[in-house]
């Protein structure tokens, strides 16, 4: 089963910037898909973005599209998200999954692990 650990959270101001990592156990290749989830504090969790494995292929949650960035470095075996012009309503845990379907945002079999805090305040 896949093992994925997530980092790079931590706080900003608004219009502020991180850049999470997402370290995966073994090859991306192994898995359809990995996505990044979010959840807020009373709130379900939130598909934001994924990237294929088989061609790099991404998809962006509207409220996210032209603010973040997903990537992957396969030698690293590790998935990035990129976040620009950050706001208020983006802080919220975020984790890592493998994923399928079309868009990727459908987690796979396994379950949430520890994510990362991203706050975004002033």
């Known amino acids: 089963q896949v093992q994925l650990v997530e980092s790079g959270g931590g706080l900003v101001q608004p219009g502020g910037s991180l850049r999470l990592s997402c370290a995966a156990s073994g090859f991306l290749e192994d898995y359809y898909a990995i996505a990044w989830f979010r959840q807020a504090p009373g709130k379900e969790h939130e598909g934001v973005s994924c990237i294929r494995s088989s061609d790099g292929g991404t998809y962006y949650a509207d409220s996210v599209k032209g603010r973040f960035t997903i990537s992957r470095d396969d030698a690293k075996n590790t998935v990035y998200l990129q976040m620009n012009s950050l706001k208020p309503d983006d802080t919220s845990v975020y984790y890592c999954?493998?994923?399928?379907?079309?868009?990727?945002?459908?987690?796979?079999?396994?379950?949430w692990g520890q994510g990362t805090q991203v706050t975004v305040s002033s």
């Open positions: 999954r493998a994923s399928e379907g079309e868009p990727c945002l459908i987690p796979t079999v396994g379950s």
